[in-house]
């Protein structure tokens, strides 16, 4: 079973034998899932009329049975403004949008299920990424560029995520692969790839707080413990393997 607020976007999936449901933060209906399920939680923060809310709680508590396990997918955004992290690094949100998502995952901690929190880089793939936004001009560089970024590709991500599910592994864990880098290091390499122009530079305060990020993620460690290899362990496989 699978979920979305527009379940016209999951036809593929719908196509491929799976079941689509309605679901949405605002709906106060029952979240009808088997005793014993397997369940991956992958609602972000969303915007409402008053600021970013968060509905983790309002959800578990609409569950119809209490899943085996519950896998959340949240964000290195949890980190704040800690440059490098690892599965040691404790989280300290700075924006309350960060608040939000680690008072997520502390609700799912909780539970009396079998639990795992999974902490992404920016995610990257076919349709989704820097070659896309460069392609159609969308992107800016933050000052210089020098800030660092991670990234994971879906496919990575989705390997990680079913293991994730499968095991009894606990506790939370930051994903990325094994080349954390400059904006302008992978700017050029799409530029080179692409053959488009280098983005402009702006002032960073002028840019969404998720692309002012500086973070250089380990995400070794979950990997071990799943027994995940990386399809694509650096940008400069994905990015060609996603155009």
């Given at each position: 079973?699978?979920?979305?607020?527009?379940?016209?976007?999951?036809?593929?999936?719908?196509?491929?034998?799976?079941?689509?449901?309605?679901?949405?933060?605002?709906?106060?209906?029952e979240?009808?899932?088997?005793r014993?399920a397997?369940?991956?939680?992958?609602?972000?923060?969303?915007?409402?009329?008053?600021?970013?809310?968060?509905?983790?709680?309002?959800?578990?508590?609409?569950?119809?049975?209490?899943?085996?396990?519950?896998?959340?997918?949240?964000?290195?955004?949890?980190?704040?403004?800690?440059?490098?992290?690892d599965?040691?690094?404790?989280?300290?949100?700075?924006t309350?949008?960060?608040?939000?998502?680690?008072?997520?995952?502390?609700?799912?901690?909780?539970?009396?299920?079998?639990?795992?929190?999974?902490?992404?880089?920016?995610?990257?793939?076919?349709?989704?990424?820097?070659?896309?936004?460069?392609?159609?001009?969308?992107?800016?560089?933050?000052?210089?560029?020098?800030?660092?970024?991670?990234?994971?590709?879906?496919?990575?991500?989705?390997?990680?995520?079913?293991?994730?599910?499968?095991?009894?592994?606990?506790?939370a864990?930051?994903?990325?692969?094994?080349?954390?880098?400059?904006?302008?290091?992978?700017?050029?390499?799409?530029?080179?790839?692409?053959?488009?122009?280098?983005?402009?530079?702006v002032?960073?305060?002028?840019?969404?707080?998720?692309?002012?990020?500086?973070?250089?993620?380990?995400g070794?460690?979950?990997r071990?413990?799943?027994?995940?290899?990386?399809?694509?362990?650096?940008?400069?496989?994905?990015?060609?393997?996603?155009?």
């Amino acid at each position: 079973m699978v979920t979305a607020r527009d379940p016209a976007s999951l036809q593929d999936l719908a196509r491929l034998g799976a079941r689509v449901h309605l679901l949405d933060a605002e709906t106060r209906s029952e979240i009808a899932i088997p005793r014993g399920a397997l369940v991956l939680h992958s609602i972000p923060v969303v915007d409402g009329p008053s600021g970013p809310r968060e509905a983790t709680a309002q959800l578990i508590a609409r569950f119809t049975a209490e899943p085996l396990r519950l896998v959340y997918l949240s964000t290195t955004g949890v980190y704040g403004a800690q440059r490098d992290v690892d599965e040691h690094t404790r989280p300290a949100p700075v924006t309350e949008r960060e608040g939000l998502r680690l008072a997520a995952e502390e609700e799912v901690l909780r539970g009396p299920w079998s639990s795992l929190v999974l902490r992404p880089a920016a995610i990257y793939g076919p349709g989704r990424g820097l070659q896309v936004s460069m392609r159609a001009g969308r992107f800016r560089l933050a000052g210089q560029g020098d800030n660092f970024v991670s990234r994971i590709h879906v496919e990575d991500l989705a390997a990680v995520v079913e293991a994730a599910l499968l095991s009894n592994v606990a506790g939370a864990y930051p994903v990325g692969d094994d080349l954390p880098c400059t904006s302008r290091e992978i700017a050029e390499f799409c530029s080179r790839m692409l053959n488009v122009p280098m983005p402009p530079s702006v002032p960073q305060e002028v840019l969404p707080e998720t692309r002012r990020a500086d973070r250089r993620v380990d995400g070794r460690a979950i990997r071990a413990r799943l027994g995940i290899t990386l399809r694509y362990p650096t940008y400069r496989e994905g990015l060609p393997a996603s155009v």
